[in-house]
């Protein structure tokens, strides 16, 4: 349909049908909606443009391609070849920056850009620390698609080579560089948060002595990484001078490789060749060269500071929602669903430098509800429900105060724990209490079991 996803908003029936969405909750989406119009138009300008600008790349490379004569193309192979470089990622690499130079070169696509920055610049709220002073919507919830860009710009989409185990030593080992290319990931089948996985950072030039007889031995080396499971609902957090390799894809599950600082593996060709086939060790991913580059350079030297792409990364949980005071049955009330009154709801909570804030329909939904149960127990009306929406997709902190009349408290409890810990509180005489509860972090026990 070439309808961007920044210029819309899903509203399902079910959310549209319940009393307390409304006039208000109608006028929040459109207020949303219309606060990023701009920026939705150049964004569809932006994308307009670089397909077209591809478009035109193509037919320009393709006169560059057809006349690439057998001798052109021999000398490339003869240049990977001399080099025990893989010949698919030399050649690979070499065809996309011709699409990409032409890409850049056209200034459609640069003005598109610089427009992009220019309107994204003025939601920022001024000062020393870079913040947003507004938070655009998204109409789902989709991490993935934002992840699948990081993806491929950290690995290679080249099928993975033949395992070493399946080849006798011999050949192993006259194959090594295009079984192991730089930059290969090696692993084990079942991955666990302790798994060693081992990305090949040899330098090409001592590599291609493998083969001198004078060189006998020659050490294969290999950085040190950890897997970190990556799920819609748990996002993993990673420490920002962390060197993380994100979005490595296995069997339709996905990992982020963290560096294991000061751990590293050395073994001569013969013996790692053991070593694969003792240990089960396969292939399993491939990162382009640049990055690999970083997990070179970060072993060599753990003070060597990489200029990795950076990358926000943003924590989501499951949570449950309960308002807390004197007034309200029972001392609290708490968010669920029109057909499951009896049993708070869950919704998604996203975490990122201390804030937590809800996505676009959820905190329409939080406020109108918030709204509705201070107006039904404590007499409160006239809420600005549009501000309070945009505080909570901005992002409250704990002991914050998104109202006046609320203070915000995040709590750790198991399911089992929140009844009775609800009934053993004392009374709120003061403010009302919006507790944001999430359960225990089994991050660890649920990625082995996945």
């Known amino acids: 349909s070439k309808i961007s996803a920044a210029g819309m908003i899903i509203l399902?029936?079910?959310?549209?049908?319940?009393?307390?969405?409304?006039?208000?909750?109608?006028?929040?989406?459109?207020?949303?909606?219309?606060?990023?119009?701009?920026?939705?138009?150049?964004?569809?300008?932006?994308?307009?443009?670089?397909?077209?600008?591809?478009?035109?790349?193509?037919?320009?490379?393709?006169?560059?391609?057809?006349?690439?004569?057998a001798a052109a193309m021999q000398d490339l192979h003869l240049t990977a070849f001399s080099d025990n470089d893989p010949y698919d990622e030399y050649l690979s690499e070499l065809l996309a920056r011709e699409y990409l130079w032409h890409v850049e070169s056209n200034s459609a696509v640069g003005t598109a850009i610089e427009n992009l920055d220019e309107t994204f610049q003025k939601y920022l709220r001024p000062g020393e620390k870079v913040a947003l002073e507004t938070r655009f919507i998204a109409p789902f919830v989709k991490p993935k698609n934002g992840r699948g860009l990081i993806s491929h710009f950290t690995w290679t989409g080249f099928g993975v080579p033949d395992a070493l185990a399946n080849l006798n030593t011999q050949d192993a080992i006259s194959r090594f560089n295009r079984l192991v290319p730089f930059g290969a990931v090696l692993a084990p089948e079942v991955l666990t948060p302790e798994t060693e996985c081992l990305v090949h950072i040899t330098q090409q030039c001592d590599l291609n002595q493998a083969?001198?007889?004078?060189?006998?031995?020659?050490?294969?080396?290999?950085?040190?990484?950890?897997?970190?499971?990556?799920?819609?609902?748990?996002?993993?957090?990673?420490?920002?001078d962390q060197l993380v390799a994100r979005g490595l894809p296995i069997a339709g599950k996905e990992y982020d490789l963290c560096l294991a600082k000061?751990?590293?593996?050395?073994?001569?060709?013969?013996?790692?060749?053991d070593y694969v086939k003792t240990e089960g060790l396969r292939v399993i991913g491939r990162l382009r060269h640049d990055i690999a580059m970083q997990f070179l350079l970060a072993t060599a030297n753990h003070m060597t500071r990489w200029a990795a792409l950076k990358v926000k990364s943003v924590?989501?949980?499951?949570?449950?929602?309960?308002?807390?005071?004197?007034?309200?049955?029972?001392?609290?009330?708490y968010l669920s669903d029109e057909d499951a009154q009896a049993s708070a709801t869950t919704v998604q909570v996203s975490t990122l430098d201390k804030l937590n804030y809800f996505h676009d329909d959820a905190s329409?939904?939080?406020?109108?509800?918030?709204?509705?149960?201070?107006?039904?127990?404590?007499?409160?009306?006239?809420?600005?429900?549009?501000?309070?929406?945009?505080?909570?997709?901005l992002g409250v902190t704990n002991?914050?105060?998104?109202?006046?009349?609320?203070?915000?408290?995040?709590?750790?409890?198991?399911?089992?724990?929140i009844d009775g810990w609800l009934k053993g509180m004392a009374e709120n005489r003061g403010l009302v209490t919006l507790f944001i509860v999430?359960?225990?972090?089994?991050?660890?026990?649920?990625?082995a079991a996945a």
């Open 12 to 69: 399902p029936k079910s959310e549209v049908r319940k009393k307390e969405f409304g006039h208000q909750g109608l006028s929040l989406c459109y207020q949303q909606l219309d606060r990023q119009r701009e920026i939705a138009e150049r964004m569809r300008v932006f994308m307009r443009t670089w397909i077209g600008a591809l478009k035109d790349a193509s037919d320009k490379a393709s006169e560059a391609l057809w006349n690439l004569d």
């Open 211 to 240: 083969g001198n007889p004078k060189r006998i031995g020659q050490s294969a080396q290999f950085a040190v990484a950890l897997p970190v499971a990556v799920q819609d609902h748990r996002m993993p957090l990673h420490a920002t």
């Open 262 to 273: 000061g751990r590293q593996l050395a073994l001569p060709i013969p013996k790692f060749v």
């Open 315 to 333: 924590e989501v949980k499951n949570v449950r929602l309960y308002l807390h005071g004197a007034n309200f049955p029972n001392g609290n009330v």
């Open 364 to 393: 329409i939904r939080v406020a109108l509800w918030i709204a509705r149960e201070l107006e039904n127990f404590y007499h409160v009306k006239d809420i600005d429900v549009a501000r309070l929406s945009n505080i909570l997709c």
């Open 399 to 417: 002991n914050s105060n998104p109202l006046k009349q609320i203070v915000v408290r995040m709590m750790e409890k198991t399911n089992a724990e």
């Open 438 to 447: 999430y359960p225990p972090d089994a991050g660890e026990n649920e990625a």
